[in-house]
């Protein structure tokens, strides 16, 4: 998915198997340390994919100083796009930021994926998006 994800529009400078080998020891290894990460599937393929990244804020002597979740990877493959999939996908990570008491979701979205995150609740200037999800 990843491969599919920034390949999309232009072609890469490696091959799909030589980025598969040089991106399974970083996910491996990081994947489930501080990333979370959901992914669709229709008929047993992989068809979408969020991931998000724990960012430990500073402490404050304040009762919403949390962690931030860094918003990235979104892609849906183009075959079943506008189905509401990636709603999905941005409600189940939402709901996950909420249980864990995130302070506040952010991406740098892809022109593309504007649209998906305001309807989802982000906002802000196209080029970085916030959601807060305990405003005070």
Sequence with gaps: MRWRLKTEDLAGPTSLDQFVSESAAWFADNLMSAWVAWVAERSGQLCGQVFMHLTEKV??????????????????????????????????????????????????????????????????????????????
């Design 59 to 136: 402490p404050a002597p304040f009762a919403n100083s949390t962690a931030l979740g860094y918003v990235t990877n979104f892609y849906v493959s183009p075959e079943v796009r506008n189905r509401g999939i990636g709603g999905r996908l941005l409600a189940e990570l939402r709901n996950y930021a909420e249980a864990e008491r995130l302070d506040t979701l952010i991406v740098w979205p892809s022109e593309r994926s504007v649209p998906a995150y305001k309807r989802a609740g982000f906002s802000g200037a196209t080029d970085i998006l916030e959601m807060p999800l305990f405003p005070s």
